[in-house]
T-cell receptor, first 114, second 114 residues
């Protein structure tokens, strides 16, 4: 099976812009979770989607949003970008809810905000 | 709520020496525990998981971890370090039951000295 794919791999945006990141889970996986990874904060949970519904949400401002499509592909959107949003954004998929099973991670999207 | 603490953000070992990476968790109910590894410019990969079966869990690449309820610990060990083990290691905890988010530790970077 193909692994988790994320597009784009690298992205440079300007402060104030918005960005959309995409994640395609492993075939048959219904859960997609998003994480923000930074050197200072480590891995921070953003949200989890399962069967097109948001099941869990981390402590991020409303500028961070996501959605999941019927084919389980997920997108994450960040509006009004700030310099502090520069990070590696990781997507992880799981056949069941992430709290019940191990997760399979994609390679990440490296977002740089200037 | 659950939390996880990884002692030591950086650990150095000589090639062939014992690897010991520490993880302590806090959980109000029986947890699920995971160790993931992240190589440079890649996503996370599952090393092993504990889900309330055997307390000694064997994973990939010769790693194992022991769940000790009395010490609330889940330390990762490998008898003999290899150069290819140099990476960042993350301990993660979630609560059994599915509708729980996964909490990651801050990570430990392992350096293997030839």
């Amino acid at each position: 099976k193909a692994g988790v794919t994320q597009t784009p791999r690298y992205l440079i945006k300007t402060r104030g812009q918005q960005v959309t990141l995409s994640c395609s889970p492993i075939s048959g996986h219904r859960s997609v979770s998003w994480y923000q990874q930074t050197p200072g904060q480590g891995l921070q949970f953003l949200f989890e989607y399962f069967s097109e519904t948001q099941r869990n949400k981390g402590n991020f401002p409303g500028r961070f949003s996501g959605r999941q499509f019927s084919n389980s592909r997920s997108e994450m959107n960040v509006s009004t970008l700030e310099l502090g949003d520069s990070a590696l954004y990781l997507c992880a998929s799981s056949p069941r809810l992430a709290g019940d099973h191990e997760q399979y991670f994609g390679p990440g999207t490296r977002l740089t905000v200037t | 709520a659950q939390s996880v603490t990884q002692l030591g953000s950086h650990v150095s070992v000589s090639e062939g020496a014992l690897v010991l990476l520490r993880c302590n968790y806090s959980s109000s109910v029986p947890p699920y525990l995971f160790w993931y590894v992240q190589y440079p410019n890649q996503g996370l990969q599952l090393l092993l998981k504990y889900t309330s079966a055997a307390t000694l869990v064997k994973g990939i690449n010769g790693f194992e971890a022991e769940f000790k309820k009395s010490e609330t610990s889940f330390h990762l060990t490998k008898p003999s370090a290899h150069m290819s083990d140099a990476a960042e290691y993350f301990c993660a905890v979630t609560l059994s039951g599915g509708y729980q988010k996964v909490t990651f530790g801050t990570g430990t970077k392992l350096q293997v000295i030839p």
